[in-house]
């Protein structure tokens, strides 16, 4: 596609679901983060993918985090139990090998009710 | 661990006039990256303009430009004949030269900023 795509654009969903945000990068881009931003707040990283090498995980806030990247390309956040602190704009980004220029998808707002 | 200051966290701008957003940062590596990221109310994160440490001259995309200070650790963009659309919040970003994952971007608080017409 012509620039990161992520979905769902909305979720609400009850504490205590799990979520799956999706996340489908710049074709070509070997490189893939998860950022979380909640209200008024600046970007936190989460997770980063390059290729075929172990992601930086440092990021996920607990045990309840996880992603993965199937075939380097589409991403998956998994967020299990939900609790009304997760809810923030999740974004997706994603670059070439070099990482010199990082683009942004719309990202995902998650609401836990 | 590199860490972004912006100290303003809103700012407004009459319609045509000049603004300049501060941004500072903290590293001790000599090798990296400098981002301005504009963020308007669709929440789609679009890169403003990027700034090269190693190189002195500083970055200019169209209306926007930014003033690098190495020594300082100062990265300020300057926006001119500020537009309606320039409306949004501003994010400053830093990220390693360095390889594997330090290739993340660690952003600023963000600075909003509103242009009067």
Partial sequence: GAGVSQSPSNKVTEKGKDVELRCDPISGHTALYWYRQSLG????????????????KSGLPSDRFSAERTGGSVSTLTIQRTQQEDSAVYLCASSGPSGNTIYFGEGSWLTVV | AQTVTQSQPEMSVQEAETVTLSCTYDTSESD??????????????????????????????????????????????????????????????????????????????????????
Avoid: H
Wanted: aromatic letters at 16%; charged letters at 20%; proline letters at 4%.
């Fill in chain 1, 41 to 56: 707040q600046g970007l936190e990283f989460l997770i980063y993918f390059q290729g075929n090498s172990a992601p930086d």
């Fill in chain 2, 32 to 117: 990296y990256y400098l981002f301005w990221y504009k963020q308007p109310p669709s929440r789609q994160m679009i890169l403003v303009i990027r700034q090269e440490a190693y190189k002195q001259q500083n970055a200019t995309e169209n209306r926007f430009s930014v003033n690098f200070q190495k020594a300082a650790k100062s990265f300020s963009l300057k926006i001119s004949d500020s537009q309606l659309g320039d409306a949004a919040m501003y994010f400053c970003a830093y990220r390693s030269a360095r390889g594997g994952s330090n290739y993340k971007l660690t952003f600023g608080k963000g600075t909003l900023l509103t242009v009067n017409p």
